[in-house]
C-alpha cells in the first residue's frame, strides 16, 4: 500500500473510532496487514481476517478458550457479515474492546451474548454459555443440575422485568448495579494484563511499524 | 472436667503408671477450652481465684523462673509468689523444675505468663494430676460426686446450709464450675467427634479407592502405589482383624509415594496413622501407633511426602469433588450411629442448658460489639479502667509491647506521678484492650435448624469451589445480594467453607474474581469472629500483596477489608509484619491529582478514593503501639498533614481519627506541631460533621499537654469554635472530646481568659451535672484550671458552681475524684468559697478522702485542704479536723514537703492561738510530723511555734504534750545541727 493511501487511511479511521489516536490507528493498521499478509500471497486480493485467523488473535494474544465465544466475539468484529474482518471494521472493533466506554462494552458484551441476535438473551442461550462453567458431576442424577440453578441464579439477580429473559434494559440496569456481571456469561473483553501487552507491543516503536 | 478427662479424653495405651496424654485433635481441643476456663478464671471469679486448694498441683514445669513478673520472689531456682494462704504458704512455689500451684489465680497468671508454651503446660499439670478437683476441692467432695453425681450438688448444698462456713460456700462454687466446665468439656468433645474426626469404612474405602486412580508410574501421579494388607473384606466393610476392630481400627494400607519408603498405615475410626510396619516374619503388622494421627489419608500423605502434596493440589478439585460427592452417598448410615451416641449422652445434654445459655448471651455480646467503638470513648474508659486497675499493674504489664516512656508536661506535680504510671499500663492505646480477650468461636449447632439461607449459601460455595472464573463471578455476584450484614449470614458463609475459597480467589490471577470475592469479605470481615479466621486462615498478608496491585479498586477493596479486620491486636500485628504499613502509607501518596479522567474501567477508581481507603486501614492499625512507629517511619506524617487540606469529610474523618490516635506519642505531637496540623484541625472544629468535630476535638486534647500547641490553638481561632460547641449537648463521645480539649488548653493562662470572654466557664459549671463521667473528668479539669485565676473563682462561685463540685466529691472514680479534689482545692483559696465548701461538709468529704487506696486521690485532696487550712478562720472544730488531717497525711510519701511547699506550715502555727485544747492536739501533733522536714522547721520557727509549743508543753493533755515536745526536739536538733556546721 502506498503511504497516500495509508495515510488516508489513517486519517478517517481515525475519526470514525474516538479511542485511538493517529499514531494508534496507524499502528493497528500496519498490524492487520501484517496479520492478513500471510493469507494475502495464497489467494491474492482478500477482504480481511477471515473467521480462523482472528480466532487465533484472540486466543494468542487475549488468552481466550472459549470457541462459542470467540464466535460472537468474531460476530461483533465483523460488522457487515461478510465473514472477514475488514481493517476498519478492525480497527473500530478493537477500539471499543480496548478503551470502549461502559456503554460501549455494554452494547457489545450483550451482542455478544445474544447468540442468536433476536435481541434477548433468553434462558436456552444462557445454559449454552455457562453449560461448561461447572465441573460436572457424574454421580449426580442430573449431571446439567448445577448449571441449571446457576442459570436460574443469573436469571433471578438480571431479569428485572421478570420474562424470563435478559433484554438489554435488564442487562444494563443490573451491570451498573454491579459492573462485575459485564462478562457475565463469559470472558468476551480483554483481561487488563494481555490488553497492556497488546498495547506495550503494538503502541511501540513507530520507526519499525511505519516501515510495513 | 472430671468425667471429661477420664472418659474423652484419649491417654496412651501404655500400661499404667503415669500415663501420657495422645497428642490427637481432640485431646488439643480439650486442653485449650480447659486453658480457656482457667484463663479467664481470675476476671470472672476474682474471689474464688484466691481460694485455696486442698492439697496443691504439682507437675514438672518448662517455665523458667526468669520468666515470672512482679508479685513474685524470684532467684536462680525457684520463685515463690507473695500471694499466699491464710497459713502464710505461698500459693505458687517453684524450684525448678517442680512447681507447685494453689489458687485458680495463680494457675491464671501461669499460663499468662507461660505464653507460648500454655497447651503443654497444660498438658503436663492434666498428665501429672490425674484427679484434679479431688485436689482442688479435698477428697471428700470427690467422693460423693463419684458415688452419686447427680446428688452430689445437692448434698453439698445441704451442707452449706448446715454449716455457714464462708470457706465451703467458695468451695460449692468452685465445684459448681468444676462442674460447669466438665459439662462443656463432655459436649465440646462430643461435637468434635461427630463433626470432625470419626471415619467409617465407607470413607476410607472411599479414598483409599480414588487414590488409587491417581496412583502409577508417572510422574503426574500422585504416588507409586497403595495396597491394602488384606484382600478379605469383613461384611461391616473393615479389613482389620476382630480383635483390632474392637480397638476401632478398620484397615491397613502400604504406600508407596514417589519420595518415600514404603509407609504402613493405620486407617482408624479415630483417624490415621503410622504404624509399626509389617515385621519381617510371616508379615504379622506391628499396631503399635508410631505418630500424630491426622484426620484422614489424604492430610497424612501431605505431611509425609512432598511429592504426593505437589501432584495433589493439581488433582485436588477433581479429588475433592469426587470425595464429598461420595461422601454425601455414605453419610446416612454414620448419622444414625451419632444419633444413638446422642441419646445415650442425653442425660448429659439436659443438664447443660445453662451452658447454652451462657453461649447465647455471649453470642448477644459479640453483636453488640459489632457497633463502631473507635472513638474517644474507649479512649477515655481505658484510662479509667487502667486507673482503677492500677494495683494490678504487674500483670498487663506483660502485655506491653514496649513500654513507653511518659510525656505530660504542664501538669501539677502530684497527679503527674499517677498519670505516668496509668499510661504505662496503657501500652497500646485506646480501644486496645477491649477486643484482645479473644471470644471462642460459635459454630452453628450441626442439628440446630439452619434458616434456607445456609443452604443457599453453601451451595454457592459449591460453585465457587467448582466453577470456572464465569460461574465463579456469578456466584460471588449472587452472594453479594445476600444480607451479609446480618450474622447469620456471615457465619454461614465461614461455617460452609466460604472463607478459605474466598481467600484462595484472592490469590488467583483473575481481577474479577479478587474484586468480588474481596467485595464480599470487606461486608462480612465487620464480624469480629470472621477477623479471626480472616487472620487465622492467613488472609492478610494476601491482602496487604494486594496494595501493590496496579488497579486502583482492588487496592481500595484490600485496604479497606484491612482496616476492618486490623481491629484486634494480632491482625494489627500481621499487617505490619507483612509490611502493610509501608503499603497503605504509599496509598496516601495517590490522592495529589485534583485533574484525572474520568474512570471506565471495572478496575479504576479515582486516586482520593485510594488514600481514603489507606487512611481508613491505618486508623484502624494506628492503635497499637509499634504501628504509630511504622506509620511515622514510613513517611505518613506529611502525607496525612497533605490529606488534612481536603475538603471531603470522608478523607477527614479517617485522617484526623488517624492523627488522633497517634497523638499519644510525643513524636506526633512534635510532628503535629511542626506540620502546622494544629490550623487544620482548628479549621475543621468549625465543619458541620459531628464526628470530625470530635475527632479534631480529641486530637487538640492529646497535643495540647504542649504549651506552644495551646498558643496555636488559640491564635488559630480555636477556641471559640471550642467554647460554642459546649452548647451542644446531646452528642455525649464529641461532648468529652470538646471538654477535654478544653481542660488542656485551658492550663495557659491567656486561653482561660479567652474562655471566660466566650462564657465557657458558666457553661463548664453547667454540665457539672447529669453528664457521664467521661465528660464530667474533662469540665472538672477544665474548671480545676480556670479555678487558678481569682476572678474565675468568683464567677464559678457566683454560678453556683460549688456545691455540685462538693457534691462529686464522695464519687469513686478516681481519675474524676483527682480532677475535683483539685477544684475543690483551688475554689478554697477564697475565703467566700470556702465559707460555702465548708458549710457543705466538703472539708469533711476531702477529709475522708485522705483513706481512699488510690495514692494520686490522696495526694490531691491533702493538696486541697492545704487552702482550707488558710482559711479556716475561728472555726475550731474545722481547724481541729484540718490538723488531724495533715498529721495523718504527712506519714504518706512526700507530703511533708508538699504542705511546706503549699504553704500550710505558717498558717497552721497560728491554729495554736486557739483557746480549744482539742485543736492545740491536733496541730501539734501536725507540726510535730510536719518538723521531720528541715524547711518546715525552720518556717516553725520564723513563726514563732517555739514559744506557743513550749506552752502546750505544760498542758495536762499528754498526747498533746508528748507532741509538743516531739516537735521542740526536732527543731532544736536542727538549730544545733546548723550550729555544728556552722562552727566545724
Given at each position: 500500500?502506498?503511504?497516500?493511501?495509508?495515510?488516508?487511511?489513517?486519517?478517517?479511521?481515525?475519526?470514525?473510532?474516538?479511542?485511538?489516536?493517529?499514531?494508534?490507528?496507524?499502528?493497528?493498521?500496519?498490524?492487520?496487514?501484517?496479520?492478513?499478509?500471510?493469507?494475502?500471497?495464497?489467494?491474492?486480493?482478500?477482504?480481511?481476517?477471515?473467521?480462523?485467523?482472528?480466532?487465533?488473535?484472540?486466543?494468542?494474544?487475549?488468552?481466550?478458550?472459549?470457541?462459542?465465544?470467540?464466535?460472537?466475539?468474531?460476530?461483533?468484529?465483523?460488522?457487515?457479515?461478510?465473514?472477514?474482518?475488514?481493517?476498519?471494521?478492525?480497527?473500530?472493533?478493537?477500539?471499543?474492546?480496548?478503551?470502549?466506554?461502559?456503554?460501549?462494552?455494554?452494547?457489545?458484551c450483550f451482542e455478544v451474548f445474544d447468540l442468536n441476535g433476536d435481541g434477548f438473551i433468553s434462558k436456552e442461550e444462557t445454559f449454552h454459555m455457562l453449560k461448561d462453567s461447572l465441573l460436572?458431576?457424574?454421580?449426580?442424577?442430573?449431571?446439567?443440575?448445577?448449571?441449571?440453578?446457576?442459570?436460574?441464579?443469573?436469571?433471578?439477580?438480571?431479569?428485572?422485568?421478570?420474562?424470563?429473559?435478559?433484554?438489554?434494559?435488564?442487562?444494563?440496569?443490573?451491570?451498573?448495579?454491579?459492573?462485575?456481571?459485564?462478562?457475565?456469561?463469559?470472558?468476551?473483553?480483554?483481561?487488563?494484563?494481555?490488553?497492556?501487552?497488546?498495547?506495550?507491543?503494538?503502541?511501540?516503536?513507530?520507526?519499525?511499524?511505519?516501515?510495513? | 472436667?472430671?468425667?471429661?478427662?477420664?472418659?474423652?479424653?484419649?491417654?496412651?495405651?501404655?500400661?499404667?503408671?503415669?500415663?501420657?496424654?495422645?497428642?490427637?485433635?481432640?485431646?488439643?481441643?480439650?486442653?485449650?477450652?480447659?486453658?480457656?476456663?482457667?484463663?479467664?478464671?481470675?476476671?470472672?471469679?476474682?474471689?474464688?481465684?484466691?481460694?485455696?486448694?486442698?492439697?496443691?498441683?504439682?507437675?514438672?514445669?518448662?517455665?523458667?523462673?526468669?520468666?515470672?513478673?512482679?508479685?513474685?520472689?524470684?532467684?536462680?531456682?525457684?520463685?515463690?509468689?507473695?500471694?499466699?494462704?491464710?497459713?502464710?504458704?505461698?500459693?505458687?512455689?517453684?524450684?525448678?523444675?517442680?512447681?507447685?500451684?494453689?489458687?485458680?489465680?495463680?494457675?491464671?497468671?501461669?499460663?499468662?505468663?507461660?505464653?507460648?508454651?500454655?497447651?503443654?503446660?497444660?498438658?503436663?499439670?492434666?498428665?501429672?494430676?490425674?484427679?484434679?478437683?479431688?485436689?482442688?476441692?479435698?477428697?471428700?467432695?470427690?467422693?460423693?460426686?463419684?458415688?452419686?453425681?447427680?446428688?452430689?450438688?445437692?448434698?453439698?448444698?445441704?451442707?452449706?446450709?448446715?454449716?455457714?462456713?464462708?470457706?465451703?460456700?467458695?468451695?460449692?462454687?468452685?465445684?459448681?464450675?468444676?462442674?460447669?466446665?466438665?459439662?462443656?468439656?463432655?459436649?465440646?468433645?462430643?461435637?468434635?467427634?461427630?463433626?470432625?474426626?470419626?471415619?467409617?469404612?465407607?470413607?476410607?474405602?472411599?479414598?483409599?479407592?480414588?487414590?488409587?486412580?491417581?496412583?502409577?508410574?508417572?510422574?503426574?501421579?500422585?504416588?507409586?502405589?497403595?495396597?491394602?494388607?488384606?484382600?478379605?473384606?469383613?461384611?461391616?466393610?473393615?479389613?482389620?482383624?476382630?480383635?483390632?476392630?474392637?480397638?476401632?481400627?478398620?484397615?491397613?494400607?502400604?504406600?508407596?509415594?514417589?519420595?518415600?519408603?514404603?509407609?504402613?498405615?493405620?486407617?482408624?475410626?479415630?483417624?490415621?496413622?503410622?504404624?509399626?510396619?509389617?515385621?519381617?516374619?510371616?508379615?504379622?503388622?506391628?499396631?503399635?501407633?508410631?505418630?500424630?494421627?491426622?484426620?484422614?489419608?489424604?492430610?497424612?500423605?501431605?505431611?509425609?511426602?512432598?511429592?504426593?502434596?505437589?501432584?495433589?493440589?493439581?488433582?485436588?478439585?477433581?479429588?475433592?469433588?469426587?470425595?464429598?460427592?461420595?461422601?454425601?452417598?455414605?453419610?446416612?448410615?454414620?448419622?444414625?450411629?451419632?444419633?444413638?451416641?446422642?441419646?445415650?449422652?442425653?442425660?448429659?445434654?439436659?443438664?447443660?442448658?445453662?451452658?447454652?445459655?451462657?453461649?447465647?448471651?455471649?453470642?448477644?455480646?459479640?453483636?453488640?460489639?459489632?457497633?463502631?467503638?473507635?472513638?474517644?470513648?474507649?479512649?477515655?474508659?481505658?484510662?479509667?479502667?487502667?486507673?482503677?486497675?492500677?494495683?494490678?499493674?504487674?500483670?498487663?504489664?506483660?502485655?506491653?509491647?514496649?513500654?513507653?516512656?511518659?510525656?505530660?508536661?504542664?501538669?501539677?506535680?502530684?497527679?503527674?506521678?499517677?498519670?505516668?504510671?496509668?499510661?504505662?499500663?496503657?501500652?497500646?492505646?485506646?480501644?486496645?484492650?477491649?477486643?484482645?480477650?479473644?471470644?471462642?468461636?460459635?459454630?452453628?449447632?450441626?442439628?440446630?435448624?439452619?434458616?434456607?439461607?445456609?443452604?443457599?449459601?453453601?451451595?454457592?460455595?459449591?460453585?465457587?469451589?467448582?466453577?470456572?472464573?464465569?460461574?465463579?463471578?456469578?456466584?460471588?455476584?449472587?452472594?453479594?445480594?445476600?444480607?451479609?450484614?446480618?450474622?447469620?449470614?456471615?457465619?454461614?458463609?465461614?461455617?460452609?467453607?466460604?472463607?478459605?475459597?474466598?481467600?484462595?480467589?484472592?490469590?488467583?490471577?483473575?481481577?474479577?474474581?479478587?474484586?468480588?470475592?474481596?467485595?464480599?469479605?470487606?461486608?462480612?470481615?465487620?464480624?469480629?469472629?470472621?477477623?479471626?479466621?480472616?487472620?487465622?486462615?492467613?488472609?492478610?498478608?494476601?491482602?496487604?500483596?494486594?496494595?501493590?496491585?496496579?488497579?486502583?479498586?482492588?487496592?481500595?477493596?484490600?485496604?479497606?477489608?484491612?482496616?476492618?479486620?486490623?481491629?484486634?491486636?494480632?491482625?494489627?500485628?500481621?499487617?505490619?509484619?507483612?509490611?502493610?504499613?509501608?503499603?497503605?502509607?504509599?496509598?496516601?501518596?495517590?490522592?495529589?491529582?485534583?485533574?484525572?479522567?474520568?474512570?471506565?474501567?471495572?478496575?479504576?477508581?479515582?486516586?482520593?478514593?485510594?488514600?481514603?481507603?489507606?487512611?481508613?486501614?491505618?486508623?484502624?492499625?494506628?492503635?497499637?503501639?509499634?504501628?504509630?512507629?511504622?506509620?511515622?517511619?514510613?513517611?505518613?506524617?506529611?502525607?496525612?498533614?497533605?490529606?488534612?487540606?481536603?475538603?471531603?469529610?470522608?478523607?477527614?474523618?479517617?485522617?484526623?481519627?488517624?492523627?488522633?490516635?497517634?497523638?499519644?506519642?510525643?513524636?506526633?505531637?512534635?510532628?503535629?506541631?511542626?506540620?502546622?496540623?494544629?490550623?487544620?484541625?482548628?479549621?475543621?472544629?468549625?465543619?458541620?460533621?459531628?464526628?470530625?468535630?470530635?475527632?479534631?476535638?480529641?486530637?487538640?486534647?492529646?497535643?495540647?499537654?504542649?504549651?506552644?500547641?495551646?498558643?496555636?490553638?488559640?491564635?488559630?481561632?480555636?477556641?471559640?469554635?471550642?467554647?460554642?460547641?459546649?452548647?451542644?449537648?446531646?452528642?455525649?463521645?464529641?461532648?468529652?472530646?470538646?471538654?477535654?480539649?478544653?481542660?488542656?488548653?485551658?492550663?495557659?493562662?491567656?486561653?482561660?481568659?479567652?474562655?471566660?470572654?466566650?462564657?465557657?466557664?458558666?457553661?463548664?459549671?453547667?454540665?457539672?451535672?447529669?453528664?457521664?463521667?467521661?465528660?464530667?473528668?474533662?469540665?472538672?479539669?477544665?474548671?480545676?484550671?480556670?479555678?487558678?485565676?481569682?476572678?474565675?473563682?468568683?464567677?464559678?462561685?457566683?454560678?453556683?458552681?460549688?456545691?455540685?463540685?462538693v457534691n462529686l466529691l464522695v464519687g469513686i472514680n478516681q481519675a474524676l475524684l483527682v480532677n475535683v479534689t483539685k477544684a475543690v482545692g483551688a475554689c478554697a483559696v477564697e475565703p467566700e468559697?470556702?465559707?460555702?465548701?465548708?458549710?457543705?461538709?466538703?472539708?469533711?468529704?476531702?477529709?475522708?478522702?485522705?483513706?481512699?487506696?488510690?495514692?494520686?486521690?490522696?495526694?490531691?485532696?491533702?493538696?486541697?485542704?492545704?487552702?482550707?487550712?488558710?482559711?479556716?478562720?475561728?472555726?475550731?472544730?474545722?481547724?481541729?479536723?484540718?490538723?488531724?488531717?495533715?498529721?495523718?497525711?504527712?506519714?504518706?510519701?512526700?507530703?511533708?514537703?508538699?504542705?511546706?511547699?503549699?504553704?500550710?506550715?505558717?498558717?497552721?502555727?497560728?491554729?495554736?492561738?486557739?483557746?480549744?485544747?482539742?485543736?492545740?492536739?491536733?496541730?501539734?501533733?501536725?507540726?510535730?510530723?510536719?518538723?521531720?522536714?528541715?524547711?518546715?522547721?525552720?518556717?516553725?520557727?520564723?513563726?514563732?511555734?517555739?514559744?506557743?509549743?513550749?506552752?502546750?508543753?505544760?498542758?495536762?493533755?499528754?498526747?498533746?504534750?508528748?507532741?509538743?515536745?516531739?516537735?521542740?526536739?526536732?527543731?532544736?536538733?536542727?538549730?544545733?545541727?546548723?550550729?555544728?556546721?556552722?562552727?566545724?
Amino acid at each position: 500500500m502506498n503511504r497516500k493511501k495509508l495515510q488516508k487511511l489513517t486519517e478517517s479511521l481515525t475519526k470514525d473510532c474516538k479511542h485511538f489516536n493517529q499514531f494508534e490507528v496507524k499502528c493497528l493498521i500496519g498490524l492487520f496487514y501484517n496479520l492478513v499478509g500471510d493469507v494475502t500471497e495464497r489467494q491474492g486480493a482478500v477482504p480481511g481476517l477471515d473467521r480462523d485467523a482472528f480466532r487465533s488473535v484472540l486466543h494468542v494474544t487475549f488468552g481466550m478458550t472459549d470457541d462459542m465465544i470467540m464466535d460472537r466475539v468474531f460476530r461483533g468484529f465483523d460488522k457487515d457479515n461478510d465473514g472477514f474482518v475488514s481493517v476498519s471494521e478492525w480497527v473500530c472493533g478493537l477500539s471499543v474492546f480496548l478503551r470502549g466506554t461502559l456503554e460501549e462494552k455494554m452494547k457489545y458484551c450483550f451482542e455478544v451474548f445474544d447468540l442468536n441476535g433476536d435481541g434477548f438473551i433468553s434462558k436456552e442461550e444462557t445454559f449454552h454459555m455457562l453449560k461448561d462453567s461447572l465441573l460436572r458431576q457424574p454421580s449426580e442424577e442430573d449431571p446439567d443440575e448445577g448449571v441449571k440453578d446457576l442459570v436460574e441464579i443469573t436469571l433471578k439477580k438480571m431479569d428485572r422485568d421478570h420474562d424470563g429473559k435478559l433484554s438489554f434494559t435488564d442487562y444494563e440496569a443490573a451491570v451498573r448495579e454491579q459492573p462485575l456481571l459485564l462478562e457475565a456469561f463469559g470472558p468476551c473483553l480483554p483481561d487488563p494484563k494481555s490488553q497492556k501487552e497488546f498495547e506495550a507491543q503494538v503502541f511501540k516503536d513507530p520507526n519499525e511499524v511505519s516501515e510495513v | 472436667m472430671g468425667v471429661a478427662l477420664t472418659r474423652s479424653a484419649q491417654w496412651t495405651a501404655a500400661g499404667r503408671g503415669t500415663r501420657n496424654l495422645e497428642t490427637t485433635p481432640l485431646n488439643e481441643a480439650i486442653l485449650k477450652e480447659i486453658i480457656t476456663f482457667v484463663e479467664s478464671f481470675l476476671y470472672k471469679h476474682p474471689q474464688e481465684a484466691n481460694y485455696a486448694f486442698a492439697e496443691p498441683l504439682e507437675w514438672k514445669t518448662e517455665l523458667e523462673p526468669a520468666a515470672f513478673g512482679s508479685g513474685y520472689a524470684v532467684s536462680e531456682t525457684t520463685v515463690t509468689s507473695e500471694e499466699a494462704d491464710k497459713n502464710g504458704q505461698p500459693l505458687l512455689f517453684l524450684s525448678v523444675p517442680q512447681i507447685k500451684i494453689r489458687s485458680f489465680g495463680q494457675l491464671s497468671r501461669l499460663l499468662f505468663f507461660a505464653k507460648n508454651t500454655k497447651l503443654k503446660e497444660a498438658q503436663a499439670c492434666i498428665e501429672a494430676n490425674r484427679n484434679p478437683i479431688a485436689k482442688i476441692l479435698g477428697l471428700d467432695y470427690n467422693i460423693i460426686n463419684e458415688i452419686n453425681e447427680d446428688s452430689a450438688l445437692l448434698t453439698i448444698l445441704d451442707k452449706i446450709t448446715r454449716d455457714n462456713d464462708p470457706e465451703s460456700e467458695t468451695k460449692v462454687k468452685i465445684a459448681l464450675l468444676l462442674k460447669q466446665l466438665d459439662l462443656h468439656l463432655l459436649n465440646h468433645s462430643l461435637k468434635h467427634i461427630s463433626l470432625e474426626i470419626r471415619l467409617n469404612p465407607g470413607t476410607v474405602k472411599n479414598d483409599i479407592e480414588l487414590l488409587k486412580r491417581f496412583s502409577g508410574k508417572g510422574e503426574q501421579t500422585v504416588l507409586e502405589s497403595i495396597d491394602y494388607t488384606s484382600d478379605y473384606e469383613f461384611s461391616n466393610g473393615c479389613r482389620a482383624p476382630p480383635w483390632r476392630q474392637i480397638q476401632g481400627e478398620i484397615c491397613y494400607v502400604l504406600v508407596k509415594p514417589h519420595d518415600a519408603e514404603i509407609l504402613c498405615v493405620t486407617c482408624s475410626k479415630e483417624g490415621v496413622f503410622l504404624n509399626g510396619g509389617k515385621t519381617d516374619d510371616e508379615g504379622e503388622i506391628n499396631y503399635e501407633r508410631k505418630g500424630e494421627i491426622y484426620k484422614d489419608l489424604v492430610t497424612l500423605l501431605k505431611e509425609k511426602s512432598a511429592v504426593f502434596s505437589e501432584n495433589m493440589s493439581k488433582q485436588e478439585v477433581r479429588f475433592s469433588e469426587e470425595q464429598q460427592k461420595e461422601k454425601e452417598q455414605l453419610n446416612e448410615v454414620p448419622k444414625e450411629e451419632e444419633a444413638a451416641t446422642l441419646r445415650k449422652a442425653s442425660d448429659v445434654s439436659h443438664r447443660s442448658m445453662l451452658e447454652k445459655n451462657q453461649i447465647n448471651r455471649g453470642k448477644n455480646l459479640m453483636t453488640k460489639r459489632l457497633e463502631p467503638s473507635l472513638n474517644w470513648k474507649t479512649t477515655v474508659d481505658a484510662k479509667v479502667k487502667h486507673l482503677l486497675r492500677d494495683n494490678l499493674e504487674e500483670k498487663h504489664g506483660g502485655r506491653l509491647e514496649k513500654p513507653r516512656p511518659s510525656v505530660l508536661p504542664g501538669r501539677p506535680q502530684l497527679i503527674r506521678k499517677s498519670i505516668e504510671k496509668a499510661e504505662e499500663v496503657i501500652s497500646e492505646s485506646s480501644s486496645e484492650s477491649e477486643e484482645d480477650e479473644e471470644p471462642p468461636d460459635h459454630r452453628q449447632e450441626a442439628n440446630a435448624d439452619l434458616p434456607s439461607e445456609y443452604w443457599q449459601i453453601q451451595k454457592l460455595v459449591k460453585y465457587l469451589k467448582g466453577g470456572n472464573q464465569t460461574a465463579t463471578v456469578i456466584a460471588l455476584c449472587s452472594m453479594k445480594d445476600f444480607n451479609l450484614a446480618q450474622e447469620t449470614c456471615q457465619l454461614a458463609i465461614r461455617d460452609v467453607g466460604g472463607l478459605e475459597v474466598l481467600i484462595n480467589l484472592l490469590e488467583t490471577d483473575d481481577v474479577k474474581c479478587k474484586i468480588g470475592s474481596l467485595k464480599i469479605l470487606k461486608e462480612i470481615s465487620h464480624n469480629p469472629q470472621i477477623r479471626r479466621n480472616i487472620v487465622d486462615l492467613g488472609g492478610l498478608p494476601i491482602m496487604v500483596n494486594i496494595l501493590d496491585s496496579p488497579h486502583k479498586s482492588l487496592k481500595c477493596l484490600a485496604a479497606e477489608t484491612i482496616a476492618n479486620v486490623a481491629k484486634f491486636r494480632r491482625a494489627r500485628q500481621a499487617v505490619r509484619r507483612h509490611g502493610g504499613i509501608t503499603k497503605l502509607v504509599a496509598l496516601l501518596d495517590c490522592g495529589q491529582n485534583s485533574t484525572e479522567p474520568a474512570y471506565s474501567s471495572l478496575y479504576e477508581t479515582r486516586d482520593v478514593e485510594v488514600a481514603r481507603c489507606g487512611a481508613l486501614a491505618l486508623w484502624s492499625c494506628s492503635k497499637s503501639y509499634a504501628n504509630k512507629e511504622a506509620i511515622r517511619k514510613a513517611g505518613g506524617i506529611p502525607l496525612l498533614a497533605r490529606l488534612l487540606k481536603t475538603s471531603h469529610e470522608n478523607m477527614l474523618i479517617p485522617v484526623v481519627g488517624t492523627l488522633q490516635e497517634c497523638a499519644s506519642e510525643e513524636n506526633y505531637r512534635a510532628a503535629i506541631k511542626a506540620e502546622r496540623i494544629i490550623e487544620d484541625l482548628v479549621k475543621n472544629l468549625n465543619s458541620g460533621n459531628e464526628q470530625l468535630q470530635e475527632h479534631c476535638a480529641m486530637a487538640i486534647y492529646q497535643c495540647a499537654e504542649d504549651e506552644e500547641t495551646r498558643d496555636l490553638v488559640r491564635l488559630h481561632g480555636g477556641l471559640q469554635p471550642l467554647a460554642s460547641l459546649l452548647n451542644n449537648t446531646d452528642n455525649k463521645e464529641r461532648l468529652a472530646a470538646v471538654t477535654g480539649a478544653i481542660w488542656k488548653c485551658s492550663i495557659s493562662k491567656e486561653n482561660v481568659i479567652k474562655f471566660r470572654e466566650y462564657k465557657a466557664i458558666e457553661t463548664l459549671v453547667g454540665l457539672l451535672t447529669d453528664q457521664p463521667e467521661e465528660v464530667l473528668v474533662n469540665v472538672v479539669g477544665a474548671l480545676g484550671e480556670c479555678c487558678q485565676e481569682h476572678e474565675n473563682r468568683v464567677v464559678v462561685r457566683k454560678c453556683g458552681g460549688i456545691q455540685p463540685l462538693v457534691n462529686l466529691l464522695v464519687g469513686i472514680n478516681q481519675a474524676l475524684l483527682v480532677n475535683v479534689t483539685k477544684a475543690v482545692g483551688a475554689c478554697a483559696v477564697e475565703p467566700e468559697s470556702m465559707m460555702i465548701i465548708d458549710r457543705l461538709d466538703g472539708v469533711r468529704l476531702l477529709w475522708s478522702l485522705l483513706k481512699n487506696p488510690h495514692p494520686d486521690v490522696k495526694a490531691s485532696a491533702a493538696w486541697a485542704l492545704c487552702p482550707c487550712i488558710q482559711n479556716a478562720k475561728n472555726n475550731d472544730k474545722l481547724r481541729r479536723h484540718l490538723a488531724e488531717a495533715i498529721s495523718r497525711c504527712c506519714m504518706w510519701g512526700r507530703n511533708r514537703v508538699a504542705f511546706g511547699e503549699y504553704k500550710a506550715v505558717a498558717p497552721l502555727v497560728r491554729y495554736l492561738k486557739s483557746s480549744d485544747t482539742n485543736v492545740h492536739r491536733a496541730t501539734a501533733q501536725a507540726l510535730y510530723q510536719l518538723s521531720e522536714n528541715a524547711d518546715n522547721c525552720i518556717t516553725m520557727h520564723e513563726n514563732g511555734a517555739v514559744k506557743l509549743l513550749l506552752d502546750m508543753v505544760g498542758s495536762p493533755d499528754e498526747a498533746l504534750q508528748e507532741a509538743a515536745a516531739g516537735c521542740i526536739s526536732n527543731i532544736r536538733r536542727l538549730a544545733l545541727a546548723t550550729e555544728k556546721a556552722r562552727y566545724s
